[in-house]
């Protein structure tokens, strides 16, 4: 085995350089959130230490969640990408088992045409996006984000999953059939079930990246009752920028929910990316 | 398959409804708009109407120094942000997964995690957690440097123009080396044993047997990952306008072409948006992607052989 390739020097080398990277990785975030709990003289005269009690302050948060609307802009994130990851997983689903299962003229044509959007970004239309919304009276909806992020979710969607549908085995399909299942019984109840796994990888790869986005909603729904907490925490940062107490509570703020989220999901979204190795 | 004993069949309307949503979201939101940008790129507002003016949009950028200056800086700009992440981003993080790779090493999943932490942030943060840090107000850079005796060297990189664009990009690797790290992992995984067994039987191991055996067969990984950083960074946005704002300062040092777009379609103080000057970068963006995406189809992909186990 490979353990001839093994020395102590090696791996105390590897795992230096790990830690120095890990050490690099973490430090600004942990070094927000320290200093998020101190107060404005603790920020400035020991920024590297953890809070004491001397320094300990929530003078920060207590400005944020006076001052800016958080909650309501947590909301509408959630709103947006819980309903676009639904669509997503839906539609995709739909159309990838269409795509992965029968023969039809045309089949490949429109797994190429689904696929053009992995590599061409939906961005590059906004100017006739943000038309389209001002016609259809969408502007300033979350729906108009909920439309966008489903549109740009759906390539990589169909391509993952109709790779996984196609190893599921016809035997069961055709089983079903000779048992009378109509074939979206056999979708919904005898495929789906099984590419559950890549369901969730296709999740988080959607979730992430429509959590995160800035570009449509300072677009397509600035408003006060449509932003996203992304949008929000820029135009709240934006204002606040020498209350550095404030500052660094909103971003911790902003850092915690998707962290603890991480923290729960990572071992699925590690083992979705790497499950071409694994599988 | 059981269509094919069916002698005659009905038509499959499954099929139809199937493929009907994400078809019409997809074509309705994604390509009829891309299409009605190129297309907005050939009109121009004349007396509130538009008008065909050919490729009069595309004169005015490239020819009206407005206009010109501009997208070319935006153009040198993004190429060295690609450049960057390139030479930076993928090396570190092709390095990052050989060492996790390695057998039997402790902590992997740890360090795994851990790496992974920034590229789950959104730009908002991490453009503005680093503008603090390197800010000499609080003077944790300094700091840090200082430890390391090499406080001279600290300026405020994000306020010089000669400094700042680096300094962005450099952010930016931070923040996205995780995924070449995790796709190269993977792909490091997926090399079967007994490929690896007969390359120590010969002798080669270490580094040679990662120059040797273990690079050529995830050149396919490297060449999938240079594409997607291509893609990303000719189409980013976020962070500059974060750190920066839509002026992409200092003096339009940090100017790519995402923020050049915005400020075009938009208008940004003095400068009233433009539609159409807007829809004329989307569209020489579309084709610089476009170019991208060509070459590695049919230039890289068809030379890296894919090895089937």
């Known amino acids: 085995m490979s353990t001839a390739t093994r020395s102590l020097p090696r791996t105390i080398s590897a795992h230096a350089i790990l830690l120095t990277y890990t050490a690099i990785a973490l430090f600004p975030v942990i070094l927000v959130i320290m200093n998020s709990f101190k107060s404005r003289a603790g920020i400035f005269s020991e920024p590297l230490t953890p809070p004491t009690p001397k320094t300990f302050d929530l003078i920060g948060y207590t400005t944020v969640i006076g001052q800016g609307d958080f909650i309501h802009y947590f909301q509408n994130s959630l709103v947006v990408t819980v309903a676009s990851l639904f669509f997503v997983l839906l539609f995709g689903a739909m159309a990838a088992f269409a795509l992965s299962e029968y023969r039809f003229r045309g089949n490949t044509l429109m797994g190429l045409y689904l696929a053009l959007g992995i590599m061409i970004p939906i961005r590059l239309g906004t100017v006739a996006i943000l038309q389209l919304m001002v016609a259809s009276g969408l502007v300033n909806t979350l729906t108009s984000l909920i439309l966008v992020y489903t549109a740009q979710g759906l390539p990589l969607a169909v391509f993952i999953l109709s790779e996984f549908m196609k190893q599921v085995s016809d035997d069961l399909k055709n089983a079903g059939r000779i048992d009378g299942l109509s074939e979206y019984t056999i979708l919904f109840r005898l495929v789906l079930p099984l590419v559950r796994p890549s369901m969730a990888t296709v999740a988080v790869f959607t979730m992430i990246p429509i959590w995160n986005d800035l570009w449509f909603p300072l677009i397509l729904a600035p408003s006060e009752e449509t932003k996203t907490v992304t949008l929000g925490a820029q135009l709240f940062l934006g204002q606040f920028v020498t209350n550095w107490n404030a500052i660094l509570a909103a971003l911790s703020l902003a850092i915690m929910p998707v962290l603890v989220l991480y923290v729960i999901f990572s071992r699925q979204l590690i083992r979705g990316i790497t499950s071409g190795a694994v599988k | ?309």
């Open chain 2, 1 to 309: 398959m059981a269509a094919e004993i069916r002698p005659k069949r009905p038509f499959r309307w499954h099929i139809g409804i199937f493929l009907a949503p994400a078809v019409l979201v997809y074509t309705a939101i994604m390509i009829l708009p891309l299409a009605g940008t190129l297309q907005l790129s050939l009109f121009r507002n004349v007396n509130e109407s538009q008008v065909f003016v050919g490729l009069a949009n595309f004169r005015t950028l490239f020819g009206d120094p407005n206009w010109s200056v501009g997208f070319w800086n935006a153009l040198k700009n993004n190429t060295w942000f690609f450049m960057i992440h390139m030479l930076v981003q993928n090396p570190i993080g092709v390095l990052l997964a050989a060492l996790l790779s390695s057998p039997r090493l402790r902590f992997a999943a740890f360090y795994r995690t851990a790496i992974f932490v920034p590229t789950i942030l959104s730009f908002v943060i991490v453009g503005f957690a680093w503008k603090l840090i390197l800010s000499p107000l609080w003077g944790v850079a300094p700091h840090l440097m200082d430890l390391v005796g090499l406080k001279s060297l600290f300026t405020p990189w994000l306020g010089k123009e000669q400094y700042a664009l680096t300094a962005l990009s450099l952010i930016s690797v931070w923040q996205f080396v995780g995924i070449p790290m995790m796709l190269i992992y993977a792909a490091l995984l997926s090399i079967p044993e007994e490929v690896i067994e007969a390359a120590e039987c010969d002798g080669i191991t270490g580094l040679s047997q990662f120059w040797k055996i273990k690079l050529p067969l995830i050149l396919p990984s490297i060449g999938i990952i240079s594409i997607l950083t291509f893609v990303g960074n000719f189409n980013a946005f976020d962070l500059i306008y974060t750190a920066q704002g839509a002026l992409a300062g200092p003096n339009y040092s940090t100017d790519i072409l995402g923020t050049f777009l915005y400020r075009a379609f938009f208008g940004f103080q003095l400068q009233v948006g433009d539609p159409n000057m807007g829809a004329a970068i989307a569209t020489m963006m579309f084709l610089i992607i476009l170019g991208g995406v060509c070459v590695y189809l049919f230039l890289v992909q068809t030379r890296l052989r894919r090895y089937q186990f």
